[in-house]
């Protein structure tokens, strides 16, 4: 089955300590996506990729680094500079930017304690 | 900049009630349109699209229709069932040169009853 995969699906640290969520996909797509999801709000863009060894900020990047060293892998670190970094995150991928159509993943909820 | 507003919510129905939900937008050029439906626990799915204006996108019973002169995109569902309770978020897609962006809505989340 195609898709992607985000892990854990529940994650707890301490405030101070930087945390690294892993997204994952086999679909063959070109461009990811960070987004993240707070109560009331719609979906923010952290950070995309074009491609391997690129990536963009988006919206809300202060606080937050990426790498993509695979294609098929986008970790997103979310560091201790990030104010409130407690919320709902979203993967997702596409064939490419130019593409209409995002795949999300299930997301991970971050809850620093 | 482009945005999406939604109506407020949360909205609460009977099963097989009508359902419409509103979505306009403000953008610079021709967006394509989205609603995307996040169930509890879950990622985002897109529910349906529409690319240019007058197109109707549909989907399990869900259908919305691009409307340029009004500048919306308004979710409808006939009959609803309690299986359609989730959030649906309704977003737009604009391209900047090789690049697009999708701005999303604030959602809204629907709760239906048996």
């Known amino acids: 089955d195609g898709g992607i995969t985000q892990s854990p699906k529940y994650l707890f640290r301490k405030e101070g300590q930087n945390v690294t969520l892993s997204c994952e996909q086999n679909?063959?797509?070109?461009?990811m996506y960070w987004y993240r999801q707070d109560p009331g709000q719609g979906l923010r863009l952290i950070y995309y990729?074009?491609?391997?060894?690129?990536?963009q900020k988006g919206d809300i990047a202060e606080g937050y680094s990426v790498s993509r060293e695979k294609k098929e892998s986008f970790p997103l670190t979310v560091t201790s500079a990030q104010k409130n970094p407690t919320a709902f995150y979203l993967c997702?991928?596409?064939?490419?930017?130019?593409?209409?159509?995002?795949?999300f993943g299930p997301g991970t909820r971050l809850t620093v304690l | 900049g482009d945005s999406v507003t939604q109506m407020e919510g949360p909205v609460t129905l009977s099963e097989e009630a009508c359902l419409t939900i509103?979505?306009?937008?403000?953008?610079?050029?021709?967006?394509?349109l989205f609603w995307y439906v996040q169930y509890p626990g879950e990622g985002l799915q897109l529910l349906l699209k529409a690319t240019k204006a007058d197109d109707k996108g549909s989907n399990k019973g869900f259908e919305a229709t691009y409307r340029k002169e009004t500048t919306s995109f308004h979710l409808e569902k006939g009959s609803v069932q309690v299986s359609d309770s989730a959030v649906y978020f309704c977003?737009?897609?604009?391209?900047?040169?090789?690049?697009?962006?999708?701005?999303f809505g604030k959602g809204i989340t629907l709760s239906v009853r048996p």
């Open positions: 990729s074009q491609i391997v060894n690129d990536f």
């Open positions: 997702a991928s596409s064939i490419d930017t130019g593409t209409d159509t995002q795949y």
């Open positions: 679909l063959n797509h070109d461009a």
């Open positions: 977003a737009l897609r604009t391209v900047t040169g090789a690049n697009s962006k999708l701005t």
């Open positions: 509103n979505c306009t937008y403000t953008a610079t050029g021709y967006p394509s």
